[in-house]
């Protein structure tokens, strides 16, 4: 296993305490901080580490050391200007990776213009997945990557039978499949032989930029 990062996460609502939790079942060290004791009582059992503070007080976060974790991320549910504040006072401790939940585009905007190393605004995020998979169907998951490059996965329907040399994807479409998990399997292979046969259910991860690969998608399925 890769090296274990430290994350923190300021504010352990629904997102921020699903996040911390998600860390920690990858095998890496989650340390929480809320103002709220419900909060911080229910995240006692899970977290490695959980402090009831204000997340907005550069002093307490300095005190409990999230200028020397890998990563913290601010999840503040509800106040724009706290999340800003908190993004402030850890670029001022020299965090080296902050990111932070976004609540509105105009949210998304200012933690982008103060140099916020990632931004996300979940509520939009679902929303173009859901999108995705309303328009395209067999898509099971959508990845923007940013400059119209997505990776997507595809159940193989009708190209059952064949092998990637033969769909030659790169070639007629400029579609890479990056991987391929077969039907039944948990796992994914990664730099898939040209010549594997495909089954009807195996699972395809497409790399490509995002006209391309939603084109693939739609052939794939008539």
């Given amino acids: 296993m890769a090296r274990r990062i430290e994350v923190g996460v300021v504010g352990l609502g629904k997102f921020g305490f699903a996040l911390a939790e998600s860390v920690k079942e990858l095998g890496h060290v989650a340390v929480g901080v809320d103002a709220e004791e419900v909060m911080v009582r229910r995240a006692q059992t899970v977290l490695d580490q959980v402090f009831q503070a ?8 300095e005190q409990l050391g999230f200028q020397n974790l890998d990563y913290v991320v601010v999840s503040i ?10 993004a402030l006072n850890l670029q001022e401790l020299g965090v080296k990776n902050i990111w932070v939940k976004a609540i509105s585009p105009e949210h998304e905007k200012v933690l982008k213009r103060l140099g916020v190393h990632f931004v996300v605004f979940p509520e939009q995020f679902v929303a173009r997945q859901l999108a995705h998979r309303m328009a395209v169907p067999g898509i099971l998951d959508y990845l923007p990557l940013g400059e119209g ?5 595809i159940k193989v329907t ?6 990637l040399r ?9 579609v890479q499949v990056v991987a391929v998990k077969r039907e039944g399997e948990t796992r994914f292979s990664f730099v898939p032989k040209p010549d594997q046969v ?7 991860v497409l790399l490509g930029h995002a006209d391309d690969v939603l084109e693939v998608s739609n ?3 008539t």
């Fill in 158 to 163: 009708h190209w059952a039978g064949k092998t």
């Fill in 198 to 204: 495909l089954d009807k259910g195996d699972t395809l």
């Fill in 149 to 153: 490059v997505l990776v997507q996965e």
């Fill in 219 to 221: 052939e794939e399925r």
């Fill in 77 to 86: 549910g509800k106040s724009m200007e706290a999340s800003i504040l908190v």
């Fill in 54 to 61: 204000d997340g907005t007080d550069k002093a307490a976060l």
């Fill in 166 to 174: 033969d769909l030659n994807l790169p070639a007629t479409h400029r």
